[in-house]
């Protein structure tokens, strides 16, 4: 027992395994190691100490681990019973509470009930006595419903009762079992607490041991701290010496590095000096060689024009000569013809002389030849003396010049070199020939020498080999190639581009537009100058929807000499990436370029636009009117005006007065000098001599058109001699003023200079009136820069000379009331040198409303005097002044005068004033507010109009409690004429009438009022909330709220409280009060119960429902503006497009709610209030007869008002065009749809999403929930529609988020594929044909379901059979009732028996399919059969057609009679008889035929029983001499003495034909029925063999029942 004892604690740590293993979990730390318990601390405490003891049994070990195991489980097992009883305690003991509970609820209904019944029968006696029938029986009928009531309580008390008892009975078992178990329970809370102490006292040793180990571990920490420093110290010393040592190699690098960068700078110094010279000389020359491109395309041009003139010239001289003819009354023909035939003489006259001359240029050139090869023989012989010669180009030249001049033979050419002369020039006709022309019209070959020399040393090497010319290339081409090679080089590029260039087409979008964006967008070199190199680079940015790669085309032709590009293509570039492409410009030629750098991308090409802008003057002047204003003569003022050069280039300026009549004809100077430039070139061209062109231009006309341009030119220069001369700079600028006129406005000192680049220089002006008057002068500013355009400005002045003068002439005392008195000072000033006597006056019509005090006084010399003026207007103004004052616009112009004395002409100034009124209007002039609610404030809108011109303050002041003015609470400030709108609030306190006036005053103090009145009405209901203002809802949310309709009346005593009562009327009555919420039509708002009845003291729960949604007008006008936009495209007419109009904008159309969705995520947001009115009425609904409504008053009518603002959704779905509504369509039974919906976050923030649950057994299933979406992510939903039976389905899948709800509409409709076969009884008989031959027969399939459907056909004979099919035994072993297999005889060549075509395929909806079967046997057997399969959608079987067949050898064949063998062949193959043989063997075939004469009745004779058999013949396509079968059956008179009638005996059968063979047999009169009759008959069918059958007939007598 002791050891038992001391095992408790080990048991207990063993049940709580848990807790164990969480305290021996050991430390990760390899220093800390924790030691198990020992194992005497396990058992306990020993008495004694432990001694060595001998070693135990080994059998009693196991019986007491045996024992020690059972006592665990026992325990175990006490546990858990004692825990469960605890558990069921608990249980019972609540539910017997909430029995006891009900049970208690049940009897105060019977007692409530009870006290209804005691009620119920008085006022059933009471109505009795009233004779009140149709009370009484309803009294009655409740009654009964009471006592009904009363019975359902009994029967529940009943139950309950017994179900109490039962639990309590319950409770009084656990209560023993507990008891039962209590000694248990104290055991194992003692063991429990022996295991506690067991553990802290382990916790305790536990603890010592991990303080010991961490205190040995700060030790290890510690040391390994000081040998960490001690490392540093030597690291960090090894670190100095190594940065001591870097630092002095870097000084001696430094030194040594500067030596070889200065050397190496001064090479490339040198180097870009002489590359900068080369390429001078290589720029002068390309300049050189355009300029001479340019002259000769300017002289082909000239050329071609001259030519064109002159074709036209002849053509009108050819027409003048026919008119003349034929005015002359001549043949026009005749002459024509004389004509033509004389020009042919002479062009054949002037094609002699060409080729006489072709010959001779042949002849030259080869003595040029022939010279040539011996000078370059003499050059190589004397080296020396080849100095100072002719060159081969002078001499050529000379001898041309010499023979154009007629001269035969060439002249001497011996200059010697000693003579120090130079050969002579050659002629300036010759040098304004080019190259090409001697080329080209002499047809000089100059292969042997190369005459062209390099102008520039370094472009052509000193090896360099001359080119050689080949003579097809002697006609040379215009540069840039012809127009024809233009347009070929152009379709070739074109066709290029297009191939390399691709659509893109991103989410059902085809990118347009310009593939990427540079940055910046136009690349522009300002102010440059020649020599220097500037570079810029431009971002090019991906603008297209995905990824797309760039490449660098280049820059314009005219660009290639300066611009170049540096791009290094990154290959593929995702949208939005950026790639850099650096601009190097290095001028040659200070000019103003433009162009573009060419890019092609994979969507198309697009360039970057690119100027380049040299230095220029940009000059403004600040002003172009100086205006002085006005002086007295004698004075000086003075006014700058600023030059400005906003340019990079600098210039000279020179301000100069422009006169009208100086202004020099630019125009026509430059007229005059086009001309001369023109008859210059004409005159030098003429100069030219015709020989080098004379299939061009020479011609009896040309000579006429040169002498008539040139009389022409000389006519021109004698008109106006003086043109041609250029005029002097002093004349084109401007001419002197004349001394005689004086200048009254001048320029200061400074008039010409210098003006720098982005500077400004300022000019003054100077004003010196002399005469008194105005006085205005033009200037001019001139450039020495020829482009820069002269500049003008004006200067004005105005010179007085009066004696005594008022500076303001008009005296404006801007508005003026009526009845208030305005006050100026007006100032007089005089320039005498005396003082003067002033006297003031006003005009007689304005006395009464105008004065000037003082009317009289004296002015100082050179002084000024101040007369006050004083307005005063009354209402009688109007009529008063007369013409000086308008009616229409109230203005008053009053004219006052000052007589100066000894002065004849006073001096007058005018009064100028507006007059308007103070009045203030209030519209209406009476309020009435109505009935009013003491809940509700009713507003009416007021307007203050203002007659005045002036701005006025006001206020409404002294306002009752109950009388609210906004806004400004009734104050402010209004505008001339201006009418404001205010809206006078009134709430009154209680049920009364009201009555009161509003008064507003003005600044001025005038008072104007507004009479009110009010009926105050105290309703007798009352809402919880008169405003609900609904959070931010997204559209297609909805957002609930809730509010009380209340009901407080419940007495009539109007002391105690306030009761309900309209004004002064009576109050209403206590009782039920019925509410009738009234919505507004077409709003998003939805309240329920919006009809409902409160009894008084109590309140009823009404929910306000907020669902905004987009109006259906907006949404049909979005779908057809898009429907419109597909429909301009295609020509449909207007009928047709109307109703496809209405088809597609249906609301459940794939149109119409991607409108919806596209509008929704464009929604901007927007803001409404609704008032919803409450009408109240006394009575309860129930009431009400039919359809009678109850009488609502419109006095006590409460109002709620809604604040609703409206989001846009902050999830919405971003697939198929944003549509909420997804149709799954048709799915077949049993067969799953996927469809995935992408929804993305486009609120600012992260969402958390969660989903409503669908339907667990429908067939809608979302397969990949999520539980975040983060801003602007987009996640896939993938939904799976899975019907389960042939009805439409449709489910709600709402998106939760804390922002709204996305509602998402998922809908679907299972199908059942249905198909029909149109073979009837599901058996396909192929019949009869012959061996190793083939026949086809075909059937249909329709789908009759509204889904496609996809089959596949399958044989039985082809599908692989499973193991125990072949382990059975062959069909031909078994017996006929176990026969099963369908799978008949097949080819011994062990292909299939049966084909069918198609295998597998899809039947559209409402389709057929034809399947054709092909029957085609290899040996001769009457079972050929298989079974064909017809499976829909991989798994469904429609259709199983059982396929029959028999082949014969030979083309005859009998069906019928009972079956004698087996339908199943053996596997053996009986050998056939060889054709030698089967002539003398004849095979009889036995047929049994068997007639059973059925006798119902001895006395009625019997129908004949019958049979038949059929003989056929197989159609075939064997040659075979005989076409038919024939047949004959013998023995046909012994048959017929025997009861036996056979039809027809004989016969014979087409090919492919049967014929029947009727049999009846009646039983002779000596037949005896209980022997069956049997004989026997030959058939014999004769084909292309003959086969004997021989058939047997077994007749009976049957009785039948």
């Given amino acids: 027992m002791e050891e038992d004892t001391s095992l408790s604690p080990e048991d207990e740590l063993l049940d709580n395994a848990l807790l164990l293993e969480d305290e021996r979990d050991e430390l990760e730390d390899p220093e800390f190691d924790v030691e198990s318990p020992p194992q005497e601390a396990e058992k306990g405490a020993c008495p004694v100490p432990c001694c060595p003891v001998k070693q135990p049994n080994t059998d009693a070990d196991r019986t007491k681990k045996k024992a020690a195991v059972e006592d665990r489980v026992r325990t175990f097992h006490l546990r858990k019973n004692l825990s469960y009883l605890d558990e069921m305690q608990e249980e019972k003991d609540l539910f017997i509470q909430k029995t006891r509970e009900e049970l208690r609820a049940c009897r105060q209904r019977m007692e409530l009930i009870r006290t209804q019944q005691a009620s119920m029968a008085a006022a059933i006696a009471s109505e009795r006595e009233a004779g009140n029938a149709a009370a009484v029986g309803r009294l009655q009928a409740a009654a009964r419903r009471l006592c009904t009531e009363l019975e359902n309580e009994g029967d529940l008390q009943a139950k309950i009762t017994a179900l109490l008892a039962e639990s309590e009975n319950t409770m009084w078992h656990v209560e023993l079992q507990q008891g039962q178990l209590e000694d248990f329970r104290k055991s194992n809370r003692e063991e429990a607490e022996a295991a506690e102490r067991y553990l802290q006292v382990h916790a305790t040793r536990q603890l010592r041991r991990e303080k010991a180990a961490v205190e040995k571990a700060e030790r290890n920490q510690r040391l390994r701290v000081r040998k960490s420093l001690l490392m540093q110290q030597r690291h960090g010393l090894a670190q100095r010496k190594l940065a001591e040592d870097a630092q002095k190699n870097h000084r001696t690098a430094v030194k040594f590095l500067k030596a070889s960068l200065g050397r190496i700078r001064e090479r490339e110094e040198e180097e870009e000096a002489v590359a900068r010279w080369h390429l001078r000389r290589r720029m002068d020359a390309v300049l050189a060689l355009k300029s001479s491109i ?134 300036g006709l010759l040098r304004a020939v080019s190259i090409e022309s001697v080329h080209g019209d002499l047809g000089v070959n100059l292969e042997e020498e190369t005459l062209a020399e390099p102008e520039i040393s370094g472009l052509w090497n000193e090896d360099h080999k001359p080119y050689q010319v080949p003579k097809e290339d002697m006609d040379r081409k215009p540069v840039g190639g012809t127009k024809m090679d233009k347009d070929i080089l152009a379709r070739t590029m074109e066709r290029l581009r297009t191939g390399l260039v691709h659509r893109q087409v991103a989410s059902g979008h085809e990118f347009k537009g310009r593939p990427f964006n540079s940055k910046p967008e136009m690349v522009h070199f300002k102010d440059f100058d020649v020599g220097k190199v500037y570079k810029k680079k431009i971002t090019l940015i991906n603008a297209t929807y995905t990824i797309n790669y760039c490449k660098l085309v280049g820059v314009e032709e005219h660009l290639r000499d300066f611009i170049r590009a540096d791009f290094n293509p990154p290959g593929p570039m995702s949208a939005g990436m950026s790639c850099e492409v650096l601009i190097t410009f290095k001028p040659m030629i200070n000019k103003d370029l433009e162009g573009n750098v060419s890019f092609l991308a994979q969507t198309g090409g697009f360039s970057v636009p690119l100027k380049c802008s040299t230095k220029k003057c940009s000059l403004s002047l600040d002003k172009e009117l100086i205006d002085f204003g006005s002086h007295v003569v004698g004075e000086t003022a ?422 309900p009562r ?66 301009e495209t295609k020509p449909v007419s207007t009928h047709p497009r109307l109703e496809l109009q209405e088809q597609q904008l249906k609301a459940s159309s794939d149109r119409y709610q991607a409108a919806q969705a596209s509008l929704a995520r464009a929604f901007q947001g927007k803001f409404d209030k609704f008032v919803v009115p409450c009408v109240i009425a006394s009575g309860d609904t129930k009431d009400r007869k039919g359809t009678e409504p109850l009488s609502f008053s419109p006095h006590n009518t409460l109002y709620l008002e809604l604040w609703c603002p409206t989001v846009a959704p902050s999830v919405v779905v971003t697939s198929g065009k944003g549509k909420t509504v997804f149709d799954f369509g048709d799915v077949a039974i049993g067969h799953s749809g996927m469809k995935k919906v992408s929804i993305q976050n486009v609120s600012p923030e992260d969402l958390a999403v969660k989903f409503s649950v669908l339907d667990p057994n429908g067939p809608f299933v979302l397969l990949n929930p999520c539980s975040r979406l983060h801003t602007g992510e987009t996640k896939v939903l993938v939904l799976s529609f899975s019907p389960h039976e042939s009805v439409p389905a449709q489910e709600m899948l709402d998106v939760v988020t804390k922002r709204g709800t996305l509602s ?120 050929f059969s298989d079974r064909l399969r017809v499976v829909l959608f991989k798994k469904t079987v429609s259709h199983q057609i059982l396929l029959k067949g028999a082949a014969r050898e030979h083309m005859m064949f009998v069906e019928g009679g009972d079956p004698l063998d087996v339908p199943v062949e053996s596997l053996t193959v009986v050998p056939a008889l060889d054709p030698e043989h089967r002539e003398d063997v004849e095979e009889l075939r036995p047929i049994l035929v068997t007639l059973d004469y059925i006798q119902f009745d001895t006395d009625t004779p019997a129908p004949p029983a019958t049979r038949e058999l059929q003989v056929g013949c197989i159609r075939t396509t064997q040659l075979s001499p005989k076409k038919t079968v024939e047949f004959s059956l013998d023995s046909i008179s012994s048959l017929q003495h025997k009861g036996f009638s056979i039809e027809p005996s004989r016969g014979s059968v087409e090919r492919g034909q049967t014929k029947t063979i009727s049999i009846s047999w009646v039983p002779p009169a000596d037949f005896d029925p209980d022997h069956p009759l049997m004989v026997s008959a030959l058939l014999q069918l004769r084909g292309d063999v003959k086969e004997t059958y021989k058939v047997i007939f077994v007749a009976q007598v049957v009785t039948g029942h």
């Fill in 294 to 427: 340019a002259a000769n395309r300017e002289t082909l041009r000239k050329f071609q024009a001259w030519s064109r003139a002159k074709g036209q010239l002849a053509e009108r001289r050819a027409q003048a000569e026919k008119e003349a003819i034929l005015a002359q009354g001549g043949d026009t023909f005749k002459h024509l013809l004389h004509q033509r035939r004389h020009q042919e003489l002479e062009a054949q006259t002037r094609a002699f002389e060409e080729e006489q001359r072709l010959r001779k240029q042949e002849i030259v050139g080869r003595i040029l030849k022939e010279e040539a090869k011996e000078g370059n023989r003499k050059e190589q012989l004397l080296p020396s003396t080849a100095t100072g010669r002719w060159t081969l180009r002078d001499e050529t030249w000379s001898y041309v010049s010499d023979f154009r001049e007629g001269k035969t033979t060439a002249p001497a050419m011996s200059y010697l070199p000693e003579d120090g002369v130079e050969p002579p020039e050659p002629s």
């Fill in 1304 to 1423: 998402l509409t998922l809908m679907g409709t299972g199908v059942a594929s249905m198909t029909t076969c149109s073979i009837e009884g599901d058996i396909l008989n192929m019949g009869y044909v012959i061996a190793r031959e083939s026949v086809s027969s075909g059937f249909k399939l329709q789908n009759n379901s509204s889904l496609p459907v996809e089959f596949r056909v399958q044989l039985e004979s082809l599908r692989s059979r499973s193991a125990e099919a072949q382990q059975q035994l062959p069909q031909f072993l078994a017996s006929p009732a176990q026969r099963t297999q369908v799978v008949g005889t097949q080819n011994f060549s062990g292909q299939s028996v049966f084909s069918v075509a198609p295998v597998q395929g899809i039947m559209e909806p409402g389709k057929t399919q034809d399947f054709t079967v092909t029957f085609s046997p290899d040996h001769e057997s009457l079972y």
């Fill in 1062 to 1127: 309209i004004g002064s009327e009576d109050a209403s009555p206590v009782g039920p009060t019925s509410f009738e919420f009234l919505l507004p039509p077409d709003s998003p708002i939805t309240i329920a119960p919006s009809v409902g009845t409160v009894l008084p003291g109590k309140r009823c729960l009404v929910q306000v429902a907020f669902r905004p949604v987009l109006p259906e007008e907006l949404i049909q006008q979005e779908a057809l503006q898009t429907l419109n936009k597909e429909l």
């Fill in 638 to 1059: 003075s006014r700058t005006i600023t030059l400005t050069n906003v340019g990079g280039l600098g210039t000279e300026f020179r301000f100069l007065p422009a006169l009208e009549t100086c202004e020099t004809d630019d125009s026509r100077s430059l007229l005059r000098m086009s001309s001369l430039l023109t008859y210059e070139d004409k005159s030098l061209y003429e100069k030219t001599p015709t020989s080098f062109s004379e299939h061009q231009l020479e011609g009896y006309e040309s000579s006429y058109v040169d002498m008539h341009s040139r009389k022409e030119l000389e006519k021109l220069d004698s008109r106006d001699p003086e043109e041609a001369q250029p005029a002097e700079p002093e004349r084109l600028t401007a001419v002197m003023p004349s001394v005689e006129e004086p200048v009254e406005i001048t320029l200061g000192g400074v008039t010409e200079g210098a003006l720098g680049p982005f500077s400004s220089v300022k000019v003054p002006i100077i004003f010196a009136p002399t005469i008194p008057g105005e006085v205005q002068t033009r200037f001019k500013v001139t450039f020495k820069t020829p482009q820069c355009p002269t500049l003008y400005f004006r200067a004005t002045g105005v010179a007085v000379d009066v004696s005594v003068w008022v500076p303001k002439p008009s005296v404006d005392l801007k508005i003026c009331m009526y009845d208030r008195l305005y006050q100026a000072s007006v100032l007089v000033h005089t320039r005498s040198n005396a003082a003067l006597r002033l006297k003031f006056e006003v005009c007689k019509e304005l006395r009464g409303h105008m004065e000037l005090l003082p009317e009289t006084g004296y002015i100082q010399a050179h002084s000024s005097y101040s007369v006050q003026l004083k307005f005063l207007p009354r209402h009688s103004l109007p009529e008063d002044a007369g013409k000086y004052f308008d009616k229409d616009s109230r203005v008053l112009e009053a004219p006052m005068t000052i007589w100066v004395a000894d002065q004849t002409k006073p001096v007058g100034f005018t009064v100028h004033a507006v007059v308007t009124a103070s009045d203030l209007e209030l519209s209406p002039a009476e309020l009435d507010f109505g009935c009013c609610t003491v809940c509700e404030a009713v507003r009416a809108e007021v307007s203050l109009r203002s007659l005045s011109l002036l701005p006025q303050d006001f206020g409404f002041g002294r306002l009752p409690k109950c009388v609210d003015i906004q806004p400004g609470d009734g104050f402010g400030t209004i505008l001339p004429l201006e009418t404001l709108q205010f809206d006078v609030i009134f709430q009154p306190t209680k049920a009364k009438e009201y009555s009161f006036e509003l008064v507003c005053k003005s600044e001025i103090n005038r008072c104007f009022k507004l009479s009110c009145r009010a009926v105050g009405v105290h309703p007798p209901l009352e809402l919880s909330h008169h405003q609900i203002k609904f959070a931010a809802t997204a559209l297609y949310d909805t957002s609930v709220a809730t509010v009380y309709v209340i009901n407080s009346h419940l007495s009539m005593n109007s002391l105690a409280h306030s009761v």
